[in-house]
């Protein structure tokens, strides 16, 4: 156990629809980090924030956004949902979210699009 | 983007058996990691390696970082069972972002 938590672990739901995953970091952890992982394309970097500001974007959709809460917490919201967005996103935390921190991965949730 | 290519993709192997995966790139990185994954859970930190040439012991597994600092192996001594899984490495270099590799997926069978 990573003390990284993610809901819903599953989510399944049809093109054109929002979705919101929720990611809360271990306890202490400043930073928040979001991934989608897919098959064809393996882990890819979305987006970062540490103590609640965005600080690095990577190969996120304008579909996309997140947010991290005053009290760490991130929500990542993904709309007018596409079949191509099924993937498994996970969340990791760092302590500082810096280049050599560890991050800690959460178990993912799973996104299903029909 | 700094791609990250792993190879094998895919190994099947016996209880017992030696292996090595490799991590290889064009561009430099400060520092390379190998993660586990294992079906429905997060991928899990094996190893950090930040200095060219560093070779690193966990157990079984060894772990190498090229001498540039663009490539990285890692060699799994007497395989068991419990090494299956989907090995990942993942580059960093200034930003904060990790780039990963798509995987190499191991399978040891008694």
């Known amino acids: 156990d990573s003390g990284v938590t993610q809901t819903p672990k599953h989510l399944i739901t049809a093109t054109g629809q929002r979705v919101t995953l929720r990611c809360s970091p271990r306890s202490g952890d400043l930073s928040v980090y979001w991934y989608q992982q897919s098959l064809d394309q393996g882990l890819q970097f979305l987006i970062q924030y540490y103590n609640g500001e965005e600080r690095a974007k990577g190969n996120i959709l304008e579909r996309f956004s997140a947010q991290q809460f005053p009290d760490l917490h991130s929500e990542l919201n993904l709309s007018s949902l596409e079949l191509g967005d099924s993937a498994l996103y996970f969340c990791?935390?760092?302590?500082?979210?810096?280049?050599?921190?560890?991050?800690?991965f959460g178990p993912g949730t799973r996104l299903t699009v029909l | 983007t700094q791609l990250l290519e792993q190879s094998p993709q895919f190994l099947s192997i016996q209880e017992g058996e030696n292996l090595t995966v490799y991590c290889n790139s064009s561009s430099v990185f400060s520092s390379l990691q190998w993660y586990r994954q294992e079906p429905g859970e997060g991928p899990v930190l094996l190893v950090t390696?930040?200095?060219?040439?560093e070779v690193k012991k966990l157990k079984r597994l060894t772990f190498q970082f090229g001498d540039a600092r663009k490539d990285s192996s890692l060699h799994i001594t007497a395989a068991q069972p419990g090494d299956t899984g989907l090995y990942l490495c993942a580059g960093s270099n200034s930003g904060y972002a990790l780039n990963f590799g798509k995987g190499t997926s191991l399978l040891v069978t008694p």
């Open positions: 390696v930040v200095t060219g040439g």
């Open positions: 990791a935390s760092s302590v500082r979210g810096s280049s050599t921190d560890t991050q800690y």
